[in-house]
């Protein structure tokens, strides 16, 4: 069956530093998101992606994030310059429609900013 | 923005017996509920989810009802085994609207 992919699993960066996390999303999908879950926290919406342009956006995602699907299969989410609160597991998802469909999640980065 | 409240925060029950979690959602404009479930170190996969066109939904040991006057809605697990044991996450997602609002997870633990 196939799946939601993120790499890395793990990235420590310090302060300031500028972070790309990967995903590849389930092939005949449309829809992209990428949320967050900070250490005993709730899972947190950050973005959604449809062709080619954010489809919708928190209030989390500020100027500091972007995301790109540099090619047919990746989506990337960058965080320019990375504080200590950005410390967090980051979930990839895709869905193949939009609306109120099912969404499958990858295994998530656990990204630790120093 | 869609709040989602989830009760109790941990869960013991028995192998064999049921266990019911709960979420409440603050959205009226809301119409998808998924239930995701996180085993240690793993995914959230997918295990049920309900539309507010139903009242309830089954599959097999798994069921989730729906209360759209109350805004709240349960997952049921009957015959609960060991590898029930996991984190459980529910969600709400408004009309028109493809973000997923999360409530911040019922950890069960099913003893032996």
């Known amino acids: 069956e196939p799946e939601v992919t993120q790499t890395p699993s793990h990235q420590v960066t310090q302060m300031g530093q500028e972070v790309i996390l990967r995903c590849v999303p389930i092939?005949?999908?449309?829809?992209f998101y990428w949320y967050r879950q900070i250490l005993g926290q709730k899972v947190e919406f950050l973005v959604s992606f449809y062709n080619n342009e954010i489809s919708e956006k928190s209030e989390i995602f500020d100027d500091q994030f972007s995301v790109e699907r540099p090619d047919g299969s990746n989506f990337t989410l960058k965080i320019r310059s990375t504080k200590l609160e950005d410390s967090a597991m980051y979930f990839c998802?895709?869905?193949?429609?939009?609306?109120?469909?099912?969404?499958?999640f990858g295994p998530g980065t656990r990204l630790t900013v120093l | 923005g869609e709040n989602v409240e989830q009760h109790p925060s941990t869960l013991s029950v028995q192998e064999g017996d049921s266990a019911v979690i709960k979420c409440t959602y603050s959205?009226?404009?809301?119409?998808?509920f998924p239930w995701y479930k996180q085993e240690l170190g793993k995914r959230p996969q997918l295990i049920i989810d309900i539309r507010s066109n139903v009242g309830e939904k089954k599959d097999q040991r798994i069921a989730v009802t729906l209360n759209k006057t109350a805004k709240h809605f349960s997952l049921h697990i009957t015959e609960t085994q060991p590898e029930d044991s996991a984190v459980y996450f529910c969600?709400?997602?408004?009309?028109?609207?493809?973000?997923?609002?999360f409530g911040k997870g019922n950890q069960v633990v099913v003893i032996p």
């Open positions: 959205d009226s404009a809301s119409n998808y």
């Open positions: 092939s005949n999908h449309l829809y």
């Open positions: 998802a895709s869905s193949r429609d939009g609306t109120n469909n099912e969404q499958f």
């Open positions: 969600a709400a997602s408004p009309y028109g609207n493809n973000r997923l609002a």
